[in-house]
């Protein structure tokens, strides 16, 4: 009878699949897309950006180019580390939550939320925990932000804001009572009320508000918890984002980078391990992955810092 309460062993697919952390979900994927690799260590050649110089003039007839401008790659090395959590869920817990069914699923996403977690946490530092290269100043944002995109200009993908919900919200409160901008940014949100109208706006809204307000193409909006940590309160970047559909394109086009993730069985990210333990009286739930975040132009993201309440 107490059978039924003990779950499966062996890998999960199916709990591999499940979504976790919504309604923002996780955005690290979307900032340095996923190549699956075969090998946890290797070497990596990527494009970078070659500067831009004056085209000849005057040459002579039958004469050569010259000064041209050698064109070639760098390179650097990877190591996928893994990274594993566990959850567990004994049997009595397993009849409170209504079967092993649903306990399945609740282990497998408290462990697999986990190792995202800690993904994302890496990514974050990437992108947010360097050195700032200017200061939000809400008087004069706009001239700030242009600033930022030529600096990254010259690297390839779309431009996205990105920071965390809460700094995303204090930025719109701070332009909102601008008394330059706020009028401006309410009439893009269809709200003639100003900042008393835009109160019940969806984040969504608020988010493609930005985009248009800014000239980026799009703005990401990241779990407070990771990507507003103390360490990197109040931070944002304006950064050029690979569409991650060719997972070869750092070869040949200056992207800011990629997570080198290894796949154990060539063909799933996630091992996600179901492993029921009659000595212990539990179940266990593992989640584990491999992989190394690596930014590879690090001028294809401009940081700011400064967003307050």
Known sequence: MNDAYYTELGERADLAALEVNPPEGYIGSMILPTVPVTQKTGVVYYATVTADVAAQTGRSAGA???????????????????????????????????????????????????????LEGDIRTLILGGTKDASFDPAKVQTDIQTALQAIRLYEGQTALIGSTWTIKAMMQKLL?????????????????????????????????????????????GDDTIWNATAVAGRFSITKLDDGMDELSHKWKPVLGKVFQFLPDGKNPWLIESIPDRLTKNNHYDATIWYDAVVLNSGASYLFDGVTA
Not at 191 to 218: E, H, M, N, Y
């Open 177 to 221: 009572a601008n008394n330059t901008y706020g009028p401006a940014l309410a009439r893009l949100v269809g709200s003639a009320g100003g900042s008393a109208g835009i109160q019940g706006l969806s984040l969504d809204t608020w988010k493609q508000a930005l985009a248009i307000f800014f000239g980026v193409d799009k703005v990401l909006a």
């Open 64 to 118: 050569a180019p010259s000064g041209g401008v050698q064109i070639s790659d760098s390179n650097t090395t990877f190591t996928a580390a893994e990274a594993i959590k566990r959850g567990s869920v004994t049997p009595d817990e397993v009849k409170t939550m209504g079967g092993i069914e649903k306990a399945d699923m609740v282990g497998a996403k408290y462990s697999k939320r986990q190792v995202m977690g800690y």
